[in-house]
Nanobody, 120 residues
Framework: QVQLVESGGGLVQPGGSLRLSCAAT??????????MSWYRQAPGKEREVVAFISGTGGSTHYADSVKGRFTISRDNDKTTVYLQMNSLKPEDTAVYYCKGRSVYSTQDYWGQGTQVTVSS
């Protein structure tokens, strides 16, 4: 069973930065076959996708609300995905989750989430 563990969340002032990490273990297929995404869910709102990165890292996509501020990246040797978040705004406050799926499977795997709070 694939395990995804997020870390790096916390409290930051508006305009600040955080880097989230998502470490994958117990993977069934090579990590480079897993497309990885970051989602977030704010209180009272639905979970929304923030960013996606392909298995090789050659393709990335972002929600309009974070384009130019967030960067998704991965280190396949470390089986880890990152989300660099800059110029944070109060509306970025949410629990952030990573999700992974291999091209060889229909199973989605989710982490437990990490809280990001942007407040002065």
């Amino acid at each position: 069973q694939v395990q995804l563990v997020e870390s790096g969340g916390g409290l930051v002032q508006p305009g600040g930065s955080l880097r989230l990490s998502c470490a994958a273990t117990e993977i069934t297929f090579p990590f480079s076959t897993y497309g990885m995404s970051w989602y977030r869910q704010a209180p009272g709102k639905e979970r929304e996708v923030v960013a996606f990165i392909s298995g090789t890292g050659g393709s990335t996509h972002y929600a309009d609300s974070v384009k130019g501020r967030f960067t998704i990246s991965r280190d396949n040797d470390k089986t880890t995905v990152y989300l660099q978040m800059n110029s944070l705004k109060p509306e970025d406050t949410a629990v952030y989750y990573c999700k992974g799926r291999s091209v060889y499977s229909t199973q989605d795997y989710w982490g437990q989430g990490t809280q990001v709070t942007v407040s002065s």
